[in-house]
């Protein structure tokens, strides 16, 4: 009997180990943070040293996919090289960072319903960092997402569920985009400043859509105290993002 129920408890633990590794999320590893600084004319314009925003790459180590604002305004040179900085997690226990100092410029901006999609070209690939293939299936309300970005410098995940495409109900500037619930444990915010580019990924790992917009309201506080940041309620959609255009489907194969 003792020997019966050893043999229950192992095979028991042996597929609770089996079954969180399948669940563990894929591509850590390959989502990167993109950091461009200024020179001084630009700085003088926007007020701020740079920029810095997250990342993948698609069909090789040498196309770097992120958000059209990313490489808009100031935009993003289209002949000239210019050096930005990418930092990633090798082993993806997004822990550990490595940064490398590259030259890149803007290959395309490619015009998508939702926000553009820029496509950054490296003009040397980087192998350290491998690329994330591109989903060809339509997207089903109700199935499971997830995503890693690049808040505040700190690659941060959060899972969730695919919604619905945005529509004048949600509100004008949200027609087009892929909405989704995305939370890190009680975390709604997971995904905010520094995160825009960000892959967001299907239950395979592959890539469905380009992180664009965190939906947030305002708390007002009085007494001169700083208004707080909310994310919307739970339920309902906090992220929207560009759906992955054809020409990606293209780059990717």
């Not at 695919?162 to 004048?168: L, Q, V």
């Not at 506080?221 to 707080?228: A, D, F, L, V």
Request: proline fraction near 6%; glycine fraction near 10%.
């Amino acid at each position: 009997m003792k020997k019966i129920l050893i043999t229950i408890v192992l095979l028991f633990l042996v597929t609770h180990v089996c079954s969180a590794e399948a669940e563990t999320p894929k591509h850590a590893d390959r989502v990167v943070r993109i950091t461009q600084y200024y020179t001084p004319a630009e700085k003088a314009a926007a007020g701020i040293d740079g920029r810095s925003g997250t990342g993948w790459f698609c069909g090789s180590s040498k196309h770097l996919i992120t958000i059209g604002h990313m490489v808009t305004d100031p935009a993003l040179p289209r002949k000239e090289w210019t050096e930005v900085e990418i930092s990633h997690c090798p082993d993806g226990t997004m822990g550990t960072y490595k940064t490398h100092r590259v030259m890149v410029r803007l290959a395309d901006l490619i015009d998508t319903p939702g926000e553009d999609i820029g496509v950054i070209e490296l003009q040397k690939p980087l192998f350290d960092v491998k690329p994330i293939s591109v989903s060809k299936d339509a997207l089903t309300p109700g199935s499971q997402s997830y995503c890693f970005g690049f808040t505040d410098g700190t690659l941060r995940h959060a899972g969730g569920t695919f919604h619905r495409i945005g529509k004048d109900e949600d509100s004008p500037e949200l027609n087009d985009f892929g909405l989704f619930e995305m939370f890190e444990d009680n975390d709604r915010l997971a995904l905010d400043h520094g995160a825009s580019g960000a892959p967001v990924l299907n239950a395979k790992g592959e890539v469905i859509a380009v992180l664009a917009i965190v939906k947030t309201g305002e708390v007002k506080m009085i007494n001169g105290i700083e208004p707080m940041r909310i994310s919307t309620a739970w339920g309902t959609p906090n992220q929207a993002a560009t759906l992955i255009p054809k020409q990606l489907i293209q780059l990717s194969e």
